[in-house]
């Protein structure tokens, strides 16, 4: 295990695959806390979630963008769950397999009282493009943090990486919203730490704070 991660890294190393859902219906009881990954179906999303959980299979990586076909939920704790949701955008799919992912994501998002945040994945090199800025903007207009993650940032220089994460920062900074953006490499798991405190500070509950201020 990497000793240079914090303790909070340890916590998301729990994940355990619980179920693949079609929808909503079929998801665990809505309580507790869900931690919900988004993004297109290019962005490297499952590389992400196995780089922040230290666990190379825990979910599917593919050469073919869009292979995650369901909301994927992971527990790293009672009544605690990673959300892995459906791609969009990319994915070279039937329109009618497209709509129905689409669906999926969407009624999550509007329906599930227990998403606490919302982790948007972009490549840094393509970054909010218009699904991903409908995203954020429902995510902001819900009233959720966001943690954009800005990934395959070691395809970039350290300049233009930084140049990249300023003019994502500027242009979201409108919203006046709870966004934090950061570059992001699961290859060399560049801002591993950073995401992983953002995350883990998400599932913290009310009753935990006021029990360690005791």
Request: overall charge neutral; charged content about 25%; glycine content about 6%.
């Amino acid at each position: 295990m990497d000793s240079t991660l914090s303790s909070t890294a340890i916590h998301l190393q729990k994940a355990t695959f619980t179920i693949s859902a079609p929808d909503i219906r079929r998801l665990p009881e809505d309580s507790g806390i869900e931690v919900a990954f988004a993004g297109r179906s290019n962005a490297g999303k499952s590389s992400a979630l196995n780089t922040l959980t230290n666990q190379k299979g825990l979910a599917r990586t593919s050469k073919t963008p869009g292979r995650t076909q369901l909301i994927n939920v992971f527990e790293i704790a009672e009544n605690k769950r990673l959300i892995d949701l459906p791609g969009y955008g990319f994915a070279k799919v039937p329109l009618e397999m497209k709509k129905k992912w689409q669906k999926a994501l969407s009624e999550y998002l509007e329906k599930r009282e227990c998403l606490k945040g919302l982790v948007i994945l972009m490549d840094i090199r393509h970054p909010l493009k218009d699904l991903d800025m409908d995203l954020i903007h429902w995510a902001v207009d819900s009233d959720l943090p966001v943690l954009a993650l800005l990934t395959k940032c070691d395809k970039l220089s350290q300049g233009k990486r930084s140049t990249e994460v300023l003019k994502v920062k500027k242009a979201l900074s409108p919203l006046n919203a709870d966004i934090t953006v950061q570059a992001f490499s699961s290859l060399k798991r560049t801002g591993l730490e950073q995401a992983n405190t953002v995350i883990c500070d998400w599932f913290v509950t009310e009753d935990e704070v006021q029990s360690e201020g005791e």
